[in-house]
C-alpha cells in the first residue's frame, strides 16, 4: 500500500509504502529507501516502533546528517582523503566529512528518489546511478528490495551492475530503540566478530585486525551497549553467499529481541552520539551491515571493486522476537 507523503522543492513527489506481515508493520519511503518505522509488539504483545525516524519529509530533507533509515552508497562509510585509486587511476570525491567522503558523499543515495515497484510481500526500489555522480566512476545500475518474511523478518536484498570498475558498499542506516524510546545504551548487544578495525583521529581505520578479547569491543557474550562507538567490527566468517546470524539485539523492559543476519564481512556499530532534535544522543543503536572503511584504500581488506559483467549482491535480515 502507498500514499503520498511531501513533494520536495524541486516538485518531485515523494511516497511512502506500508508493508504488514506475521504482526510486523514496516514503512518505507521513496525518498533514499528510509525505513520510517519498524512496529513489533513487546513480550505483552503491546506494539510500538523500534527505529528512529522522522514524521514528515521535510525534517529528513532539513537533517540529512544522522541518515535516518537511509539506503546509503554507492559507498556506505568513509573513504579517507575523499580519494582511491583503481586501476592506476585516481578518483576524486566529494568531501563531506573533512577530509573524507562519508557515506557516498555529498548527495549519496540517501538524498535520492528512488522508483519504487511492488512485489510479493514487500517493495522494490531502484535507481541508475550516473557516471560522475560525487566523483565515483562508472554507471550503476542499483536494487534494493525490501521484503517481509513468513515470520516478519524485514530483508533487504541489495543488486548492482556496473559498466566500469568502481567500488560499491550499501548498507541500511535505521537506529534501533527496542523500548521505542529513551536511551537505548542499555539494550544488550551480542556481535559475532572476533576482531575489529581501530580509527585514528579521523575515523579512519589504521589497516589492522585488532582482537577483541580484553576490551571494551567484546561482544561476543552479550553486554550493555553503552556509548561511544562508532567502530566497524570484523565479523566472523567474512563474506558469505548465505545470510548468517551476527548480532542480537536484547531490551529487558520491553523484552524485544532483535536479530541481524548477513552476507558482508562487517558491521558498524554506531551508538548515535550526534543527533537532532527531537532526538537526543544514545536514542538508537545503529548496526550498519557493510565492508570495511576505507576499503578502496586497503588492499588487505575485502575488496569492495565491482566490474563490468559481474553483480553486486548483498543481504541483510532483521528479525524480530521477544523473550
Not at 184 to 212: C, K, N
Amino acid at each position: 500500500m502507498s500514499e503520498h507523503f511531501g513533494t520536495l522543492s524541486d516538485g518531485t513527489p515523494v511516497e511512502r509504502w506500508t508493508l504488514e506481515r506475521a504482526g510486523v508493520r514496516v514503512r518505507i519511503l521513496s525518498y533514499g529507501g528510509v525505513v520510517q518505522s519498524v512496529e513489533i509488539p513487546d513480550r505483552d504483545g503491546r506494539a510500538g516502533n523500534v527505529v528512529l525516524g522522522f514524521a514528515g519529509l521535510d525534517d529528513y530533507v532539513e537533517h540529512p546528517g544522522p541518515y535516518l533509515g537511509a539506503l546509503v552508497g554507492r559507498y556506505a562509510n568513509r573513504i579517507a582523503g575523499a580519494r582511491f585509486t583503481l586501476d592506476g587511476v585516481t578518483y576524486e570525491l566529494e568531501p563531506n566529512n573533512a577530509p573524507n567522503s562519508l557515506h557516498g558523499g555529498p548527495r549519496g543515495f540517501d538524498k535520492r528518489v528512488w522508483e519504487v515497484v511492488p512485489v510479493e510481500h514487500g517493495v522494490r526500489l531502484a535507481r541508475v546511478s550516473p557516471d560522475g555522480e560525487e566523483g565515483f566512476p562508472g554507471r550503476l545500475e542499483v536494487t534494493a528490495t525490501y521484503t517481509l518474511d513468513a515470520d516478519g523478518s524485514l530483508r533487504i536484498a541489495y543488486e548492482a551492475v556496473t559498466d566500469a570498475p568502481t567500488p560499491v558498499n550499501l548498507t541500511n542506516h535505521s537506529y534501533w530503540n527496542l523500548a521505542g524510546s529513551g536511551d537505548a545504551g542499555g539494550h544488550e548487544l551480542r556481535l559475532a566478530a572476533s576482531r575489529y578495525t581501530p580509527v585514528d583521529a579521523d575515523l579512519i581505520p589504521t589497516g589492522v585486525l585488532q582482537d577483541v578479547t580484553g576490551t571494551r569491543f567484546d561482544f561476543r557474550q552479550g553486554r550493555k551497549v553503552g556509548s561511544g562507538f562508532d567502530h566497524n567490527f570484523a565479523l566472523d566468517g567474512g563474506v558469505t553467499e548465505a545470510a548468517r546470524e551476527v548480532a542480537e539485539l536484547y531490551d529487558p523492559a520491553s523484552g524485544r529481541v532483535l536479530t541481524v543476519a548477513t552476507t558482508e564481512p562487517g558491521l558498524q556499530l554506531y551508538t548515535a552520539d550526534h543527533l537532532p532534535e527531537p532526538f537526543t544522543p544514545g536514542d538508537g543503536v545503529a548496526l550498519e551491515t557493510q565492508h570495511f572503511p576505507d576499503s578502496p584504500n586497503r588492499p588487505e581488506f575485502p575488496d569492495t571493486v565491482l566490474r563490468p559483467g559481474e553483480v553486486f549482491r548483498s543481504q541483510t535480515v532483521y528479525g524480530f522476537g521477544v523473550r
